[in-house]
């Protein structure tokens, strides 16, 4: 990332991320196509209802392994290589952790998260049992998403690819096995993704583990915590943990918004998840490039390259979206008779695709901007912009103005509105530019000390 074509680099790095995106993603749309085709809508609707509280629970340990990742991009940039060595092993050993702490949170406390998000009574027993069946898997998961933040750090994103390709295949034929051939219902999906899941966090340790002469070649009997390097991975990590749990109950609000319009709202929802994920997914994909090209670049001191870098996957990520947005927005009911058949779902979910898909551009910038800057080390301002101007204003919105306006559009126009707001703050402040200066002293202080 340090050289070459910028452009270039970006999307070499980019494609397999989207690539591996779009096969995890697999997972749980495989999920919702195979139990809404075998099983019915409110099957399709208690695997919904699970999707927001899924990403709750993930979301605040996935934030703190991109942190780590930070770490490892910037010590890999800086040619630090001990450094790296430390991080690796002090993540492994912090994954093995977290991964058990979000098995029990996500076994025990999910009765009461869903009975809160206001689940339709016809899908609570389902959704429980789904749920929790899913978060057996959760140590599979950690250990994954651990491994996938090392290997992007120093540049390697193909290998992640092919790890989940190979754990789609399971999962996609697991769930015809367990949920089409031995009416298992929606256990049967739950099982299906967890088996999947430790197809996949087993490819990535055991690449990790086979990596012998790297500074990222991880040592079994090496695995412990080292103190200064958690604390780095923590100061980059609690912040970003912090903004995506706060993002995730935002969107629990929603989902609880949507729950309160009956089963074909909440069905028309997940389906609409599934599908809007192609923008998702491509967004997060250069997020996640911008933010790795930043660490390295920033640790080698090449702070115009990271500049300029940043601006090129800006200008990508808009070309890239604008597709998007006009591909989807004419096949709304084709996308959305794939998933379901049933008439009433199909004309609700084509209503929300033809609100949302034209208002994508105005997320773009809150991305890109967030993730080169956390690249370079800061987390504070990305983070308090993107929970006041998307978090907490949504809620309050909805807390607002829906009691008026009891209607799906009010719900939906919480996406624009934020978005824009928290795009223009993010604007102004990196333009200003001063945040460049605070990390350039902030990695001198640290390198003299």
Same mark, same amino acid.
């Given at each position: 990332?340090?050289?070459?074509?910028?452009?270039?680099?970006?999307?070499?790095?980019?494609?397999?991320?989207?690539?591996?995106? #779009?096969?995890?993603?697999?997972?749980?749309?495989?999920?919702?196509?195979?139990?809404?085709?075998?099983?019915?809508?409110?099957?399709?609707?208690?695997?919904?209802?699970?999707?927001?509280?899924?990403?709750?629970?993930?979301? $605040?340990?996935?934030?703190?392994?991109?942190?780590?990742?930070?770490?490892?991009?910037?010590? $890999?940039?800086?040619?630090?290589?001990?450094?790296?060595?430390?991080?690796? !092993?002090?993540?492994?050993?912090?994954?093995?952790?977290?991964?058990?702490?979000?098995?029990?949170?996500?076994?025990?406390?999910?009765?009461?998260?869903?009975?809160?998000?206001?689940?339709?009574?016809?899908?609570?027993?389902?959704?429980?049992?789904?749920?929790?069946?899913?978060?057996?898997?959760?140590?599979?998961?950690?250990?994954?998403?651990?491994?996938?933040?090392?290997?992007?750090?120093?540049?390697?994103?193909?290998?992640?690819?092919?790890?989940?390709?190979?754990?789609?295949?399971?999962?996609?034929?697991?769930?015809?096995?367990?949920?089409?051939? %031995?009416? %298992?219902?929606?256990?049967?999906?739950?099982?299906?993704?967890?088996?999947?899941?430790?197809?996949?966090?087993?490819?990535?340790?055991?690449?990790?583990?086979?990596?012998?002469?790297?500074?990222?070649?991880?040592?079994?009997?090496?695995?412990?915590?080292?103190?200064?390097?958690?604390?780095?991975?923590?100061?980059?990590?609690?912040?970003?943990?912090?903004?995506?749990?706060?993002?995730?109950?935002?969107?629990?609000?929603?989902?609880?918004?949507?729950?309160? $319009?009956?089963?074909?709202?909440?069905? @028309?929802?997940?389906?609409?998840?599934?599908?809007? $994920?192609?923008?998702?997914?491509?967004?997060?994909?250069?997020?996640?490039?911008?933010?790795?090209?930043?660490?390295?670049?920033?640790? @080698?001191?090449?702070?115009?390259?990271?500049?300029?870098?940043?601006?090129?996957?800006?200008? %990508?990520?808009?070309?890239?979206?604008?597709?998007?947005?006009? @591909?989807?927005?004419?096949?709304?009911?084709?996308?959305?008779?794939?998933?379901?058949?049933?008439?009433?779902?199909?004309?609700?979910?084509?209503?929300?695709? !033809?609100?949302?898909?034209?208002?994508?551009?105005?997320?773009?910038?809150?991305?890109?901007?967030?993730?080169? #800057?956390?690249?370079?080390?800061?987390?504070?301002?990305?983070?308090?912009?993107?929970?006041?101007?998307?978090?907490?204003?949504?809620?309050?919105?909805?807390?607002?103005?829906?009691?008026?306006? !009891?209607?799906?559009?009010?719900?939906?126009?919480?996406?624009?509105?934020?978005?824009?707001?928290?795009?223009?703050?993010?604007?102004?402040?990196?333009?200003?530019?001063?945040?460049?200066?605070?990390?350039?002293?902030?990695?001198?202080?640290?390198?003299?000390?």
């Amino acid at each position: 990332m340090t050289t070459g074509s910028i452009w270039k680099r970006m999307v070499s790095f980019a494609v397999p991320v989207f690539l591996g995106n #779009l096969c995890q993603q697999l997972y749980n749309t495989v999920d919702s196509v195979i139990v809404g085709k075998f099983v019915g809508k409110q099957a399709l609707a208690a695997v919904a209802s699970s999707g927001n509280l899924i990403f709750m629970m993930t979301g $605040f340990f996935m934030g703190l392994f991109i942190g780590a990742g930070i770490v490892i991009a910037q010590y $890999f940039g800086a040619k630090n290589y001990e450094k790296v060595r430390a991080a690796v !092993h002090t993540d492994f050993a912090f994954a093995l952790c977290c991964g058990v702490l979000l098995t029990l949170l996500g076994v025990f406390f999910t009765p009461t998260i869903l009975t809160w998000m206001r689940t339709p009574a016809d899908v609570l027993d389902t959704s429980i049992l789904y749920f929790r069946l899913y978060f057996l898997g959760s140590l599979a998961t950690i250990l994954y998403n651990a491994g996938m933040g090392i290997l992007q750090a120093v540049g390697d994103s193909r290998s992640p690819l092919y790890y989940l390709v190979i754990s789609s295949v399971v999962n996609v034929a697991l769930d015809l096995l367990f949920v089409g051939a %031995m009416d %298992m219902g929606v256990a049967g999906a739950a099982v299906a993704t967890v088996i999947s899941q430790v197809v996949s966090a087993v490819l990535t340790v055991r690449c990790i583990h086979g990596s012998q002469g790297m500074p990222w070649h991880l040592q079994l009997k090496n695995i412990r915590i080292e103190r200064s390097v958690l604390l780095a991975i923590c100061r980059i990590g609690l912040p970003g943990a912090a903004q995506s749990a706060l993002y995730s109950i935002s969107n629990m609000t929603i989902q609880s918004a949507i729950n309160g $319009f009956g089963t074909v709202a909440v069905a @028309a929802w997940s389906v609409y998840g599934k599908i809007d $994920f192609l923008f998702w997914m491509t967004v997060s994909s250069f997020g996640i490039a911008v933010t790795t090209f930043a660490g390295q670049n920033f640790g @080698a001191r090449q702070y115009d390259r990271v500049r300029r870098g940043t601006m090129t996957c800006l200008a %990508m990520t808009a070309g890239t979206t604008l597709c998007i947005s006009l @591909a989807l927005y004419p096949l709304a009911q084709l996308l959305f008779r794939l998933f379901s058949s049933d008439d009433a779902v199909v004309a609700q979910g084509v209503q929300m695709m !033809h609100y949302l898909v034209p208002v994508y551009m105005t997320y773009i910038c809150i991305e890109i901007f967030s993730g080169a #800057l956390r690249g370079c080390g800061d987390v504070r301002v990305p983070t308090i912009i993107t929970v006041f101007a998307v978090c907490i204003m949504r809620i309050v919105w909805l807390a607002v103005a829906l009691p008026f306006k !009891h209607e799906l559009s009010v719900v939906e126009f919480s996406y624009p509105l934020t978005w824009i707001t928290a795009t223009v703050l993010f604007a102004i402040y990196y333009a200003k530019g001063g945040w460049m200066q605070r990390c350039i002293a902030a990695q001198n202080a640290k390198t003299q000390g």
